[in-house]
Each structure stands twice: as structure tokens, then as C-alpha cells.
């Protein structure tokens, strides 16, 4: 399994930025996707997941009515929409995924198998 990420940079606070990441598999294999991130010095942390056969989706406290997690079925593709973003947000953003369906530990890290490159994401004050 290949999950290649994308769409990382520089933006302004409260600006946007949208990420993907596109699979080498399908749902039926990758049932839920997340996105994780790491700032400098810190561990990495759970962002946002996706269930991929309804679309259920789950958020962190500090994202959640910011951040939009999506997927396009034709594509193998998850997107992560980041609107009104902090300084705070800068890091690097892995996508990831597993092959487990257990919705149930969709925010830990060790439940997803598989994890894309990462893409740097800089938010300037």
C-alpha cells in the first residue's frame, strides 16, 4: 500500500490550505483513514479520520470546526480542507491508514498500518 500526500506550505493565519492523499488501494482495503501531525519537538498527534464506506468522520479537539476531512471514492483520495488555521497547526502532516475497520480507534496512532510521506505545513502570525 502507497498513500502519497500532498498539498502542504506556507499560508497566513486564518487563511486555508487543503491536503490530499492518494491510495494505491481501495476502500474495501483501507476501510478508515486519518491524519496525524508532528511539530517540532513534539509527538505526533491524531488530526482527523474518516470511515470510508459512510463517510463518518471524526476530528481532535483543537481542529474540529476548522478542519473538513473528505474522501472521493472514484480517486482512492482523502482530502483534509484547513480553514481559519493557527500558528499552533504548523507541522508536519502524515496521512495514514488502516486496515482494521474498528472505528472505535480511529485517534491512535498504532491502529493504521500504513503512513504517506508527510508534508510540511507552515503557518506564519
Known amino acids: 500500500v502507497q498513500l502519497q500526500a500532498s498539498g502542504g506550505g506556507l499560508v497566513q493565519a486564518g487563511g486555508s490550505l487543503s491536503l490530499s492523499c492518494a491510495a494505491s488501494?481501495?476502500?474495501?482495503?483501507?476501510?478508515?483513514m486519518g491524519w496525524f501531525r508532528q511539530a517540532p519537538g513534539k509527538e505526533r498527534e491524531f488530526v482527523a479520520a474518516?470511515?470510508?464506506?459512510?463517510?463518518?468522520?471524526a476530528y481532535s479537539d483543537s481542529v474540529k470546526g476548522r478542519f473538513t476531512i473528505s474522501r472521493d471514492d472514484a480517486k482512492n483520495t482523502m482530502y483534509l480542507q484547513m480553514n481559519f488555521v493557527k500558528p499552533e497547526d504548523t507541522a508536519v502532516y502524515y496521512c495514514?491508514?488502516?486496515?482494521?475497520?474498528?472505528?472505535?480507534?480511529?485517534?491512535?496512532?498504532?491502529?493504521?498500518?500504513?503512513w504517506g510521506q508527510g508534508t510540511l505545513v507552515t503557518v506564519s502570525s
Open positions: 474518516i470511515r470510508w464506506r459512510d463517510g463518518s468522520s
Open positions: 488501494e481501495n476502500r474495501y482495503s483501507l476501510p478508515v
Open positions: 495514514s491508514a488502516s486496515s482494521c475497520a474498528d472505528w472505535t480507534s480511529r485517534g491512535i496512532r498504532s491502529n493504521y498500518d500504513y
